[in-house]
Each structure stands twice: as C-alpha cells, then as structure tokens.
C-alpha cells in the first residue's frame, strides 16, 4: 500500500499564498500520477492540478495562472503552490496518486485531507 501524507495548509487572507505539501511512502516502482483535490462544504470533491509521469500538468480553470503544481521525484513528493488566493479557494485538499507498484500492479491512495480557509 501507498501512504499520502499531506502538509501546509492553514489560515490566509485574501491575496496570500500557502504552499501544499505531500509526500509518498510505500514500496512505489513510479509514479502514473499525483494530483490534488479539494472539497469545500455542501460541494462536490472537485480536480485542482495534477502532474503526470511525463510531466504533463492540467489544472482547473478556476486556478490557472495562481495555483502551480510541481513534485520532487527523488522525495515522491508533489506540491501545489497557491497564490493570489480567493475566498472561494477555501476547502478541504486532498492529495491523490496513482502509483505503479511492479508486477502490472497499479494503485490509488488519497491523502487525509488539510484545511485551507481564505479570509476575506
């Protein structure tokens, strides 16, 4: 099994930035994927960025040209790097991967979920 373990949420006001750590162990061979979701109250969990083995990168637009997501292969560690925050940023994040575990094996894991709240 794979563990995601998320960092680097918290309280911003309006404008600030926060950066999102998450970080995988277990006996991973690669990485497919590792992306990052979140779910604000009364609302659906929703795609934020993601990052693909190749490096190709999506985000959704309501976080394009704030929101960059990046990882360190040698940490099998993704972040997302938030900027000019908005209110309507606020949610909780997940941290998902899909990990390519040897043997034709694939699997999923998600993170426990870190808070971010933007005060406006």
């Known amino acids: 099994q794979v563990q995601l373990v998320e960092s680097g949420g918290g309280l911003v006001q309006a404008g600030g930035s926060l950066r999102l750590s998450c970080a995988a162990s277990?006996?991973?061979?690669?990485?497919?994927?590792m992306g990052w979701y979140r779910q604000a109250p009364g609302k659906q969990r929703e795609l934020v960025a993601v990052i693909r083995r190749g490096g190709s990168t999506r985000y959704d637009d309501s976080v394009k040209g704030r929101f960059t997501i990046s990882r360190d292969n040698a940490k099998n560690t993704v972040y997302l790097e938030m900027n000019s925050l908005k209110p309507e940023d606020t949610a909780v994040y997940y941290c998902?991967?899909?990990?390519?575990?040897?043997?034709?094996?694939?699997?999923?894991?998600w993170g426990q979920g870190t808070q971010v709240t933007v005060s406006s």
């Open positions: 277990g006996r991973i061979s690669s990485i497919n994927a």
């Open positions: 998902n991967g899909d990990f390519y575990m040897g043997g034709g094996r694939s699997y999923e894991s």
